[in-house]
């Protein structure tokens, strides 16, 4: 690991500000993904700026009837909460289907939400990684890419997201709260956060530099029966090969969102309009444009079977 610098932030402000101040500098909250990613040399700052001091921990209603949850509050506890588990039973299975226990008393929201992806390659500093080192190449094009997206990729990156979290907060319609290094906050949709790869995968997301994420807010419940079904190559401790956030409405509507496919938790209005049609249906709209590898064409009938036992467990 290399050398750096520390400092402890005031309130979400000052911490925008101070990053915006020093560009190598890094938030650090649980640092569940980023401690790791320092020590690989895969991500070097020189300067981390420590936000668990900020109070942004706690889960309150909103006015419109939904909750804001703080950056801050651990996996453990946003899984736990009475509220989550009793309206947004989708968020709740899936905070607890991601990592171990330890990790999740450890990962914040807004951290969870910004987890860098797993793909080896990128772990793998003798490797060419667009995502790592801008047009150095992508190893896993051509490589052994099993566990990378079928849809939504680039001829630069055909990594996946590895958030579990994410998909749930994405069929949910969450949104993000920020504030800038001026002091301007904004709000970002779930749907817009995240990135497609396009020719520059090493920007993930449409934050600016040094803009903080702040909190997550969760619309009014939507009811329905809420489902999370993740696939993996063993019973924990493991990141999706698919995963399957759904909510579906006694009348058969609803909606879906993937993990595991795509550079960010894929979702189409186009499938959602087709779920009382089946799953079969579903599929066909949300993979319209695949381009599977040889490795991981299997990623195609799974998602689709892993939907159709969530539908069948929603419909009872």
Known sequence: MKPFTYERAGSPAEAAAAAARRPEAKFIAGGTNLLDLMKLQIETPAHLIDVNGLKLDTIEPTQEGGLRIGALVRNTDLAADERVRRDYGVLSRALLAGASGQLRNRATTAGNLLQRTRCPYFYDTNMACNKRRPGSGCSAIGGINRQHAVVGASEACIATHPSDMAVAMRVLDASIETVKPQ????????????????????????????ELITAVTLPRPVGGSQQYRKVRDRASYA????????IVQPDGSGRVALGGVAHKPWRLDAA???????????????????????????????????LASVLADARG
């Not at 990141?239 to 759904?246: G, I, T």
């Not at 695949?290 to 799974?302: D, G, I, Q, R, S």
């Open 239 to 246: 990141f999706a090969l698919v995963s399957v956030a759904a």
């Open 183 to 210: 002091g301007a906050t904004r709000t970002i949709s779930i749907a817009e956060l995240h990135r497609l790869p396009g020719d520059t995968p090493n920007v993930e997301t449409v934050l600016e530099a040094g």
């Open 272 to 306: 959602d309009a087709e779920m009382p049609r089946g799953a079969k249906a579903v599929a066909g709209k949300l993979f319209a444009d695949a381009k599977p590898t040889e490795h991981n064409a299997f990623k195609l009938p799974l998602a689709e079977r892993a």
